[in-house]
């Protein structure tokens, strides 16, 4: 299970059940877009010292979210920059939410994207030409619950990306899958999302489990 920090909050909830889980459970740092406010300097400076103490297999979760307010979108653009250089520098791949917010994220990865920067756009929601950009620019898509929902429109994405791009995820404890909709997410609802890809791409679940995994594994190294 690997788990994405929102803000300083939440650090020390994320490590304890890390510590407790070693085996099952790894962290990541970073300042959720949602997080962003007027003290978000005091917080990127927190997600810097935590880099300086130990090890992470991510920056994130960072981005851009525009779906609740919009009051904080400059601040929001210099944090996820300021994340997508941590990414960079400390050679890890960045885990990007993009609610409401494609543009403002492509605009942004065009001038820092490099061949040492990669990541996944997380929970990803988007069109098929939306999914094509993200790929291009390196990035995999993270293909959650939505995925069951009626007239989402995913289906029509992940039936035409390659499996070798995707990566399954739940965002729990959010967006469970159907049947589960509108409850409480688990990560063992994984294997629903797993076999919904399957049906729609018309291969066997053992073939997505065996790609996404490997995916996951090169992506977070672990």
């Known amino acids: 299970m690997l788990l994405p920090n929102i803000d300083s909050c939440s650090i020390d909830g994320m490590l304890e059940l890390c510590r407790e889980f070693t085996e099952n459970c790894f962290p990541m740092m970073g300042l959720h877009p949602t997080s962003v406010k007027e003290n978000f300097e005091a917080e990127l400076k927190i997600v810097d010292a935590w880099f300086e103490k130990q090890k992470f297999i991510a920056v994130g979760e960072t981005g851009i979210d525009l779906y609740w307010d919009k009051s904080f979108i400059r601040e929001q653009e210099y944090a996820f920059i300021h994340q997508i250089n941590l990414a960079k520098k400390l050679k890890i791949p960045i885990v990007i939410h993009s609610r409401n917010s494609f543009n403002e994220l492509f605009a942004i990865l065009e001038k820092h994207i490099s061949s040492d920067l990669i990541g996944v756009f997380h929970c990803f929601t988007g069109n098929l030409d939306q999914a094509k950009q993200i790929i291009e620019m390196g990035f995999f898509l993270g293909i959650g619950g939505v995925i ?26 959010f967006l469970a899958p159907v049947p589960f909709r509108g409850k409480r997410n688990e990560s063992a609802y994984i294997s629903i999302i797993a076999d919904r890809i399957a049906e729609i791409k018309n ?4 073939k997505v489990t065996q790609i996404t995994t490997l995916n996951a594994r090169g992506l977070f190294k672990v």
Request: charge should be negative; avoid cysteine; proline fraction near 3%.
């Open 148 to 173: 069951t929902f009626k007239n989402s429109g995913l289906d029509e994405v992940v039936r035409e990306v390659r499996i070798e791009h995707i990566l399954l995820e739940t965002d729990s404890p």
């Open 203 to 206: 291969i066997t679940v053992d």
